[in-house]
């Protein structure tokens, strides 16, 4: 089951401008995560953003997290063609492993 | 030191027959996880063990099954393959729960094994 839904499904940008990734969760959280997946291999942890946190920041990524709406928002600034990739929120309730949403296709152009 | 590592990279099977995937967690984790990603859909959780021990399970047929050994690396099971069970299956490991929680560590993954069923 689907406990994060990303949104836009799709998102097509040029080098550096920003890019705003959405997701939406269903139920109460210990904390959210954002990962990136590289042309259909493993994926690479990006941040960790816990459920008494609004805003994290690393580098270039900004996450924020709004538990009474249930959502969470990635921001990537500056956007490169290496950031090229599929980005999914995953949500860690207690006492289960990390739900993962449907992702959001980012596709940064030169 | 080593990642997560995931055996065979690519597996082709026929319909009704049995898989075997393996996977290798980092060193020190004892947490190791197994998601399914179909085409075009996101990670379906299969599997959760720690320490030797099933934690969870995710909504599959039994046909799915798997073990963790003693050396913490686990075995992923898949009987009377079907034809929707081609996919890419994704192994990760992380700290034991209790430790994991109060990290600010997530996931490390495997490149996956692709499954595919003809």
């Known amino acids: ?110 | 030191e080593a990642g997560v590592t995931q055996s065979p990279t690519h597996l082709i099977k026929t319909r009704g027959q049995q898989a075997t995937l393996r996977c290798s967690p980092i060193s020190g984790h004892t947490s190791v996880y197994w998601y399914q990603q179909a085409l075009g859909l996101g990670l379906q959780f299969l599997l959760w063990y720690d320490e030797g021990e099933e934690r969870n399970r995710g909504n599959f047929p039994p046909r799915f099954s798997g073990r963790q050994f003693p050396n913490y690396s686990s075995e992923l099971n898949v009987n009377a393959l079907e034809l929707e069970d081609s996919a890419l299956y994704l192994c990760a490991s992380s700290l034991r729960m209790e430790v994991f929680l109060l990290s600010n560590y997530g996931y490390t993954f495997g490149s996956g094994t692709r499954l595919t069923v003809v």
């Open chain 1, 1 to 110: 089951s689907q406990q994060g839904e990303e949104d836009p499904q799709a998102l097509s940008i040029q080098e550096g401008e920003n890019a705003t990734m959405n997701c939406s969760y269903k139920t109460s959280i210990n904390n959210l995560q954002w990962y990136r997946q590289n042309s259909g291999r493993g994926l690479v942890h990006l941040i960790l953003i816990r459920s008494n946190e609004r805003e994290k920041h690393s580098g270039r990524l900004r996450v924020t997290l709004d538990t009474s709406k249930k959502s969470s928002s990635l921001l990537i600034t500056a956007s490169r063609a290496a950031d090229t990739a599929s980005y999914f929120c995953a949500t860690d309730q207690a006492g289960t492993a990390l739900i993962f949403g449907k992702g959001t296709t980012l596709s940064v152009s030169s």
